[in-house]
Nanobody
Framework: QVQLVESGGGLVQPGGSLRVSCAAP????????MGWFRQAPGKEREFVAV???????YYADSVKGRFTISRDSAKNTAYLQMNSLKPEDTAVYYC????????????????????WGQGTQVTVSS
């Protein structure tokens, strides 16, 4: 089973930046789509961004223009660069992966994802 490990969360002031990482040690996921989801207290898990094996991306409207998803296949790592952070971005951020040829509307839902990390806390507060 693929184990995904997130890192890089923390406390940042509004307007600040943070980068979270998702690693899959000991396993290649070149043919997988890598997604980021987040869950705030009392809310459902929501889609943030996804990047496919060929570099195509898709973002939630709430983060478009502020967040950038990327991946380094040689390092088996995906990244989420978060800029202009807002208090409403506060949540536990999870990375996830599933094998697919192309992105679709389903890529923005948790259902298709087979592998998940344990999550990393991101808190945006002054």
């Amino acid at each position: 089973q693929v184990q995904l490990v997130e890192s890089g969360g923390g406390l940042v002031q509004p307007g600040g930046s943070l980068r979270v990482s998702c690693a899959a040690p000991g396993r290649t996921f070149r043919s997988y789509a890598m997604g980021w989801f987040r869950q705030a207290p009392g809310k459902e898990r929501e889609f943030v961004a996804v990047i496919n094996w060929n570099g195509s991306t898709y973002y939630a409207d709430s983060v478009k223009g502020r967040f950038t998803i990327s991946r380094d296949s040689a390092k088996n790592t995906a990244y989420l660069q978060m800029n202009s952070l807002k208090p409403e971005d506060t949540a536990v951020y999870y990375c996830a992966a599933y094998q697919t040829y192309g992105l679709s509307a389903a890529s923005a839902r948790p259902g298709p994802y087979d592998y998940w990390g344990q999550g990393t806390q991101v808190t945006v507060s002054s």
